[in-house]
């Protein structure tokens, strides 16, 4: 089942932080973060596992927790690079769905001067 | 380290055509999936591969799509006969191995008309 993404969007001014979130109904194993600007390809951010393993990339984190079953995706101090659409991708407990990631609908970040 | 390469851009065709998309994976990466991403959605797994046998196909629409991976490599996914509802860009991707992170090639935009 697709993790439900909020907010849909963010209009962000350089330098201001905001939190995107991805909550699934499923137990979850891992949670992937992708970037992707229009008409390209979505970029690796982070994975993070159960655990409630904090990562970070550049000023851009994240964290996962596993009771609640969801993942927020922290962006500090936000540089105009940061604009682009934001995806979580879910993988619920292994089994026979290894590495099999269901996406979220995005959430659009624009980040203004 | 080359990128995932995908072949064609774009691709316009009239409903019942069809049509092939062509993948080559990253070197050396076992795990290899085909996307369906319609415009303003998150990718939609269709299939993943592990080396050359299918892990996991239950969203590709058998009745008209089909892919093969040959020796592990290359992958070719196709599309016959198309319909209005398969406008979409078709993104491969590859991976190391299940649950590593995934590379996405450029994708194909394909419009039917």
């Known amino acids: 089942q697709q993790p439900v993404q909020s907010p849909q969007a963010v209009i962000l001014r350089e330098g201001e932080d905001a939190v995107i979130n991805c909550s699934s109904s499923?137990?979850?194993?891992?949670v992937h973060w992708y970037r992707q600007k229009h008409g390209e390809a979505p970029v690796f951010l982070m994975i993070?596992?159960?655990?409630?393993e904090q990562k970070g990339h550049e000023k851009i984190s994240a964290s996962f927790n596993e009771k609640k079953q969801q993942s927020s995706l922290y962006l500090t101090a936000s540089q105009l690079s940061y604009s682009g659409t934001y995806f979580c991708?879910?993988?619920?407990?292994?089994?026979?769905?290894?590495?099999?990631?269901?996406f979220g609908a995005g959430t659009q970040v624009v980040v203004t001067p | 380290e080359a990128g995932v390469a995908q072949s064609p851009r774009y691709k316009i065709i009239e409903k019942r055509q069809s049509v092939a998309f062509w993948c080559n994976p990253i070197s050396g990466h076992a795990t290899l999936y085909w996307y369906q991403q319609i415009l303003g959605q998150g990718p939609k797994l269709l299939i993943q591969?592990?080396?050359?046998?299918?892990?996991?196909d239950s969203q590709l629409p058998k009745d008209r799509f089909s892919a093969e991976r040959l020796k592990g490599v290359d992958s070719t996914l196709k599309i016959q006969p198309a319909k209005l509802e398969d406008s979409a860009v078709y993104l491969c991707a590859s991976s190391r191995d299940v649950t590593y992170e995934q590379y996405f090639g450029p994708g194909t935009r394909l419009t039917v008309t």
């Open positions: 591969f592990q080396n050359n046998g299918v892990v996991d």
């Open positions: 499923k137990a979850l194993y891992s």
């Open positions: 993070l596992l159960k655990g409630g």
């Open positions: 991708g879910t993988e619920v407990s292994p089994g026979d769905s290894w590495g099999k990631l269901q």
